[in-house]
């Protein structure tokens, strides 16, 4: 807070109180070696060096992200002003559909509310001719990616992943096919008996245009143990990553946080993602994505809180767009949001809106509402009122 007296934290200010010599006996004096104080200037003055090109270390970014007082709209300005000079004044969004192939899984997440078991009443399992059809509708729909993900339904293998790529690449040859996660990459590779490395490479020649940086969820094993024991390592989910980007396969990158995770955590997760762009280079966005608490088992069990305040979801975006200097696209989810608070996002560092998706399961599952589909016109609307300028893209963030 402005007028604040700054925090003894490890930070790249540093005073020295200097040398002081003192007399000792014999006729003899000695000299204290200098002492350093390494302190945090005030949260604006934070801000002010962050739109001069400061880097902000994981120490200013969690005293950013736990603010709570009326300098979060401090904060807001700073990444907008920060998004303004990095994207210019246009809003993009990509006409894409989503395909859940299956909600069923091995896996039992506890905030997921998508999930079932082969045989349950409501569980699914979409068979080629379904699939085709649903691409087709994609087509018809002008959508230039199509997103696929679905459960780790327990027959899967890596051939089982590289079919529905190629049925989908096959189907619509111009549509990029935007699919799997390090999870199912993971998965599949086990089932086959091939390196993660191979089930990429087999992924790619399928057809696959870009990977999904889903999974991530909190990039920390004592919450993963928590909320997804299951699922990859943080390592093994790094690694993934960093094979696709190798092999010229893009990823997006996202965080899922509001339920057991402290702020911290939250840091470490976003220095992991910068630290993995400046390796590279191959994120073509960052994705946050609030907890959708409703219908999961983590909340119902009293083990997570309900999901995110308003200002842990502002702070979010802000401080997402000032510490990660080396990702450009922050995106905004309206699944999670709804729009009217979509719309505040985009004036506090986020440029990206996502896409029409057209059909939506897993945010729904949790007990989100009004998933499906966001038309093009309303997305018009909310940007032009709050000064900005629509722009249609691609995956890639190219024109379509």
């Known amino acids: 807070m402005a007028g604040a007296p700054p925090f003894i934290v490890p930070h790249r200010r540093i005073h020295s109180t200097g040398n002081t010599t003192y007399g000792g006996g014999a006729g003899k004096s000695y000299t204290d070696p200098p002492v350093y104080y390494l302190y945090m200037p005030g949260l604006h003055h934070i801000l002010d060096d962050t739109l001069a090109g400061?880097?902000?270390?994981?120490?200013?970014?969690?005293?950013?992200?736990?603010?709570?007082?009326?300098?979060?709209?401090?904060?807001?300005?700073?990444?907008?002003?920060?998004?303004a000079a990095?994207?210019?004044n246009a809003v993009t969004y990509v006409r894409n559909q989503n395909i859940n192939i299956t909600n069923c899984c091995i896996n039992a997440c506890g905030f997921c509310g998508f999930r079932r078991d082969p045989g349950d009443a409501d569980s699914y399992f979409h068979t080629d001719e379904?699939?085709?059809?649903?691409?087709?509708?994609?087509?018809?729909?002008?959508?230039?990616?199509?997103?696929?993900?679905?459960?780790?339904?327990?027959?899967?293998?890596?051939?089982?992943?590289?079919?529905?790529?190629?049925?989908?690449?096959?189907?619509?040859?111009?549509?990029?096919?935007?699919?799997?996660?390090?999870?199912?990459?993971?998965y599949g590779a086990k089932?086959?008996?091939?390196?993660?490395?191979?089930?990429?490479?087999?992924?790619?020649?399928?057809?696959?245009?870009?990977?999904?940086g889903t999974a991530a969820e909190i990039l920390s094993d004592p919450v993963r143990r928590v909320i997804c024991p299951g699922k990859v390592d943080?390592?093994?989910?790094?690694?993934?990553?960093?094979?696709?980007?190798?092999?010229?396969?893009?990823?997006?990158?996202?965080?899922?946080?509001g339920h057991v995770e402290t702020p911290a955590d939250i840091v470490s997760h976003l220095k992991i993602l910068r630290d993995i762009q400046e390796e590279t280079g191959g994120f073509t966005e960052f994705v946050p994505l609030s907890f959708i608490h409703y219908?999961?088992?983590?909340?119902?069990?009293?083990?997570?809180?309900?999901?995110?305040?308003?200002?842990?979801?502002?702070?979010?975006?802000?401080?997402?767009?000032?510490?990660?200097?080396?990702?450009?696209?922050?995106?905004?989810?309206?699944?999670?949001?709804?729009?009217?608070?979509?719309q505040l996002a985009l004036l506090a560092g986020a440029n990206d809106i996502g896409g029409t998706m057209f059909e939506e399961s897993i945010s729904k599952g949790a007990g989100a509402r009004n998933t499906d589909y966001l038309d093009p016109a309303e997305m018009d609307r909310m940007v032009t009122d709050i000064g900005r300028r629509l722009v249609r893209r691609t995956t890639l963030y190219k024109a379509p």
Not at 234 to 253: C, F, P, Y
Not at 320 to 340: A, F, M, P, T
């Open 234 to 257: 943080t390592e093994t989910w790094v690694r993934i990553i960093k094979e696709a980007h190798s092999l010229g396969i893009a990823t997006t990158a996202t965080i899922m946080y």
């Open 295 to 342: 219908d999961t088992p983590l909340y119902r069990q009293g083990a997570a809180r309900a999901g995110a305040t308003g200002r842990e979801d502002l702070l979010m975006y802000a401080v997402s767009r000032l510490y990660l200097h080396n990702i450009d696209n922050i995106q905004v989810s309206w699944v999670k949001h709804g729009i009217k608070f979509a």
């Open 191 to 212: 089932k086959s008996g091939i390196t993660t490395r191979k089930m990429l490479e087999r992924m790619q020649a399928a057809g696959l245009g870009s990977l999904c």
């Open 86 to 88: 990095r994207c210019g």
């Open 130 to 186: 379904v699939i085709r059809q649903k691409v087709r509708e994609a087509r018809e729909r002008g959508v230039t990616e199509i997103c696929a993900v679905s459960g780790l339904h327990p027959d899967f293998t890596g051939d089982s992943y590289t079919g529905i790529i190629r049925l989908l690449h096959e189907e619509a040859p111009e549509v990029h096919i935007h699919a799997a996660n390090p999870m199912e990459v993971a």
């Open 54 to 83: 400061h880097i902000l270390s994981e120490e200013e970014a969690l005293l950013l992200l736990t603010t709570k007082d009326q300098a979060i709209f401090d904060i807001a300005k700073a990444a907008d002003k920060l998004r």
